[in-house]
């Protein structure tokens, strides 16, 4: 089965960097060509799209983080990266790595990012 788990997420300045990485695993992994994505869910709100990658490199962005954010895949590594900048106080929120087939929708535990003013 699929296994996806995030991680680093943190305290961070506006302004700043940072970089999620989601690793997957088990016997259905990167190997059926799942579009890999990052969600996320704010304090008090639902959760919201934020970047997707085809197995060709296709990225799309929701329209909150174009040009600052960047979504790219290492399916050698089964690994999808969130490179996060010009960080603000409305990027804090529980960051979701997800994978999705025609067969599978698979989600990881999350990962806490906390931008302070």
């Known amino acids: 089965q699929v296994q996806l788990v995030e991680s680093g997420g943190g305290l961070v300045q506006a302004g700043g960097s940072l970089r999620l990485s989601c690793v997957a695993s088990?016997?259905?992994?990167?190997?059926?060509?799942?579009?890999m994505g990052w969600y996320r869910q704010p304090p008090g709100k639902q959760r919201e799209f934020v970047a997707s990658?085809?197995?060709?490199?296709?990225?799309n962005y929701s329209d909150s983080v174009k040009g600052r954010f960047t979504i790219t895949r290492d399916d050698a590594k089964n690994t999808v990266y969130l490179q996060m900048n010009s960080l603000n106080p409305d990027d804090t929120a529980v960051y979701y790595c997800?994978?999705?087939?025609?067969?599978?929708?698979?989600w990881g535990q999350g990962t806490q990012v906390t931008v302070s003013s």
């Open positions: 990658i085809t197995r060709d490199g296709s990225a």
């Open positions: 997800n994978a999705k087939t025609i067969f599978y929708n698979a």
């Open positions: 088990g016997s259905r992994s990167f190997a059926s060509s799942p579009v």
